[in-house]
T-cell receptor, first 112, second 115 residues
């Protein structure tokens, strides 16, 4: 049973389209994170939030943006999708920030 | 320099074998340590935390050596279902005095257990 949900699971979209990847969690966690992972490669942190109205950029330069208006919701938006955005996007949350994270099932994005 | 370095693998072992994974981390301020398991095209899932005293969970044993900045995972009596990628993960505080941290993931070591 998942406590953190990502939609859509798979998305194929054309270049130039605006897309929003959804992430919601029901655990009341303050800390939420977005990671990007290419096949066979490590996870890279692209955005994180330590609470409502708090967002920070991660280690990997990303053309995406995030918002945190509600504790349970942390959507990621790409204003204009490009083929270089093709990847898997994983959302995670944690209660304290120093323990292990719980991950969603991911969104596998393909931009054609 | 990467925060976490792992054995590149892949490891291909028969059922029943014992296999060991190693990992080193570069930041001495790392606070907590984990092993995650990631199945093909799935999300990472927490396998176990790693403590300085060492800890065991069934067939899995994790060790941490802070002086050497080295983490290990030992899997005994390997099962077919153990086939996955194992990620070494460290948590580093965002700044001194903070309780907030971020996880840094290794690239992972792929394990295939064959019958």
């Amino acid at each position: 049973e998942a406590d953190i949900y990502q939609t859509p699971r798979y998305l194929v979209i054309g270049t130039g389209k605006k897309i929003t990847l959804e992430c919601s969690q029901t655990m009341g966690h303050d800390k939420m994170y977005w990671y990007q992972q290419d096949p066979g490669m490590e996870l890279h942190l692209i955005h994180y939030s330590y609470g409502v109205n708090s967002t920070e950029k991660g280690d990997l330069s990303s053309e995406s943006t995030v918002s945190r208006i509600r504790t349970e919701h942390f959507p990621l938006t790409l204003e204009s999708a490009r083929p270089s955005h093709t990847s898997q996007y994983l959302c995670a949350s944690s209660e304290y920030g120093h323990e292990g994270y719980t991950f969603g099932s991911g969104t596998r994005l393909t931009v054609v | 320099r990467k925060e976490v370095e792992q054995d590149p693998g892949p490891f291909n072992v028969p059922e029943g074998a014992t296999v060991a994974f190693n990992c080193t981390y570069s930041n001495s301020a790392s606070q907590s340590f984990f092993w995650y398991r990631q199945d093909c095209r799935k999300e990472p899932k927490l396998l176990m935390s790693v403590y300085s005293s060492g800890n065991e969970d069934g067939r899995f044993t994790a060790q941490l050596n802070r002086a050497s900045q080295y983490i290990s995972l030992l899997i005994r009596d390997s099962k077919l279902s153990d086939s996955a990628t194992y990620l070494c993960v460290v948590n580093i505080l965002v700044d001194r005095g903070s309780t907030l941290g971020r996880l840094y993931f290794g690239r992972g070591t792929q394990l295939t257990v064959w019958p």
